[in-house]
């Protein structure tokens, strides 16, 4: 059974920096692109960021980009999102969901929470 | 960026009731589109991928269509476990971009 569990959300002070972890398993995690996708109370779905399997290539969203770091340790089946220079905007459930093309699976989500 | 925009934001519709939510790319994607259900609380689910291909354990009342640019999800007898938010996504490219949402509520 392919399983993904998100850790590391928190309440964090602006400016602060937070480290989400994404625990895998039930399938050949360095196949897989894996994405981090996040959605502010109330809100609809933003992806995050994204990293290939095997050769690691990343993408961010702009909303993110230079603030926060997406990484993978293939040999522990784990994914990482380091976010720094946090924002109330980036207030949000953050989830990580397997695939380059689609979202086949997704984790339970970990709330992330930016105020003072 | 790839926009997507999705109609409508909501809708009340009944049980046994035919729905159908659009989904419009701001540019073509082929047929690089997909739907997800999301319920409150909970991860969205994949309902179908690649415009029309159903996921499976997704139940056939379910159904997708849709090339270039316009998109339909067609619900075609709403049943009780249906009333849920429901979102497009393109990966034409790397960087996803999701639809706003539909919102399907009982009338």
């Known amino acids: 059974e392919v399983q993904l569990v998100e850790s590391g959300g928190g309440l964090v002070k602006p400016g602060g920096s937070l480290r989400l972890s994404c625990g895998t398993s039930?399938?050949?995690?360095?196949?897989?692109?894996m994405n981090w996708v996040r959605q502010a109370p109330g809100k609809g779905l933003e992806w995050v960021s994204s990293?290939?399997?095997?050769?690691?290539?990343?993408y961010y969203a702009d909303s993110v980009k230079g603030r926060f770091t997406i990484s993978r340790d293939n040999a522990k089946n784990s994914l990482d999102l380091q976010m720094t220079s946090l924002r109330a905007e980036d207030t949000a459930v953050y989830y990580c969901?397997?695939?380059?093309?689609?979202?086949?699976?997704w984790g339970q989500g970990t709330p992330v929470t930016v105020s003072s | 960026d790839i926009q997507m925009t999705q109609s409508p934001s909501s809708l009340s519709a009944s049980i046994g009731d035919r729905v159908t939510i659009t989904c419009r790319a701001s540019q073509s994607i082929t047929t690089y589109l997909n739907w997800y259900q999301q319920k409150p609380g909970r991860a969205p689910k994949l309902l179908i991928f690649a415009a029309s291909t159903l996921q499976s354990g997704v139940p056939s009342r379910f159904s997708g269509s849709g090339s270039g640019t316009d998109f339909t999800l067609t619900i075609s007898s709403l049943q009780p476990e249906d009333f849920a938010t429901y979102f497009c996504?393109?990966?034409?490219?790397?960087?996803?971009?999701f639809g706003q949402g539909t919102t399907v509520a009982i009338k």
């Open positions: 039930g399938f050949k995690f360095k196949t897989y692109t």
């Open positions: 990293i290939s399997g095997s050769t690691s290539y990343t």
């Open positions: 969901a397997r695939g380059g093309g689609l979202g086949d699976s």
């Open positions: 996504q393109q990966s034409y490219n790397s960087m996803w971009t």
